[in-house]
């Protein structure tokens, strides 16, 4: 994983938003129907084609293929392993009880999507056999990568942790939610691996935040902690063999524009973050809720293993940045990690975290990240005192 040696890179976290004729295909494949997989195959590899390309564009130096070929980003892997099944019931947050007439919106807002909370369920040992579809994912974004004119910097792609897996696809089938984890994380190692080889690799984690308001809500900060620490140990069993400075860790809160006044603080979560065997973490500092958490940081110094990535554009809002903010933003990191080369500018979360589910419009997502890397070069010049 590159470090910003003499400015300050930029990246994103994953998801960009699909079109709706890919929308619609993913959305309607998940849901069991007829559909053209020679047109989906075609329509993904173009829809990669055409966000690596407005990556570049943007300035981004660490991009990615945005997720285009997946209907959401845990829930793929209902599609790509055995033994899930039915549906789950899972949870919503308080958010949506306190607020009801919030609720309502969402619900108008978000009519057709991908499915979040009544996802598959584990049914049977989960088995990761068949890596056709993680194999064709990387050759797609390889094939965009080698249509660039220049070369990024880095290149990025995602893969779901166990516990987010275990929180969104409930288990109907082992002992245990640690069973269950521990048998996610024995298989998703082999996408893990595969992905490794070629590009760095992003574990996203929102269950490290996240689900102390859903799943756990019931839970005590204090016992939230320990599931979650155990959710790191599944994560670490599964990442024994790939270097740490090969993974980056995404950790958030949920990417939904709502109240989050049941967010577990951060300063509660960071010494579990640090428990991770990777060489980056990428946290949430943009949005209204959570902009104030650089606070936590300098009572819990980032320790000298990790580079950051924190979010300097808030992906749920279609407000552009403007570059000046950015740069406040950033140098604001670099003063709390103390030390200017292990700060790569970064999103909140995800543009696209489901297919037909985004709260930016994709004509607005590329001038937040022209925004992004306008502001890391006015960061740029202030911390190394020249233009880059």
């Not at 998801?15 to 309607?28: A, D, F």
């Not at 990556?55 to 959401?72: K, S, T």
């Not at 965009?144 to 990024?152: C, F, I, T």
């Not at 590329?366 to 925004?371: C, G, N, S, V």
């Amino acid at each position: 994983m590159k470090h910003s040696i003499d400015r300050i890179l930029t990246t994103h976290v994953g998801s960009l938003p699909r079109n709706p004729v890919l929308s619609e295909l993913l959305i309607r494949d998940e849901a069991g129907e007829a559909v053209d997989k020679a047109a989906l195959a075609r329509e993904s590899e173009a829809a990669v084609r055409h966000v690596v390309a407005e990556q570049a564009a943007a300035g981004i130096d660490v991009l990615n293929d945005g997720e285009q070929p997946r209907v959401g980003f845990q829930t793929y892997v209902a599609q790509r392993m055995t033994g899930f099944g039915g549906e789950s019931r899972r949870p919503r947050s308080p958010d949506y009880t306190r607020f009801p007439i919030w609720a309502a919106q969402m619900a108008q807002r978000l009519s057709r999507r991908a499915k979040v909370t009544n996802a598959p369920q584990a049914v049977a040992d989960v088995a990761y056999d068949d890596l056709t579809a993680a194999r064709e994912e990387c050759r797609m974004f390889r094939a965009a990568l080698d249509g660039l004119k220049e070369p990024p910097a880095e290149a990025f792609m995602t893969a779901a942790s166990p516990g987010i897996i275990a929180t969104t696809l409930l288990n109907a089938h082992y002992d245990s939610h640690e069973a269950y984890v521990f048998a996610l994380a024995r298989q998703m190692r082999k996408e893990y691996e595969l992905i490794a080889k070629d590009f760095l690799l992003q574990i996203d984690a929102p269950d490290l935040a996240m689900e102390r308001g859903v799943l756990f809500q019931d839970k005590s900060n204090a016992e939230f902690v320990k599931i979650a620490e155990m959710h790191v140990a599944a994560l670490n069993e599964a990442l024994a063999g790939i270097p740490p400075e090969r993974v980056r860790l995404h950790c958030c809160w949920g990417n939904y524009e709502g109240p989050h006044l049941h967010d577990i603080p951060m300063q509660e979560i960071l010494p579990v973050l640090y428990g991770a065997k990777v060489g980056g973490l990428s946290i949430e500092f943009a949005n209204p809720r959570h902009q104030h958490e650089y606070a936590a940081l300098k009572k819990n110094r980032l320790p000298d293993r990790f580079v950051l990535l924190p979010g300097v554009i808030d992906s749920l809002t279609n407000f552009v940045e403007h570059p000046e903010v950015v740069a406040n933003r950033i140098c604001e990191a670099v003063d709390a990690v103390g030390d200017r080369s292990r700060v790569i500018a970064s999103v909140d979360c995800g543009f696209g975290t489901f297919a037909g589910s985004q709260f930016v419009a994709e004509d607005v997502v590329w001038p937040k990240l022209k925004a992004c890397r306008e502001g890391a070069d006015i960061a740029s010049k202030r911390l190394w005192g020249r233009a880059t």
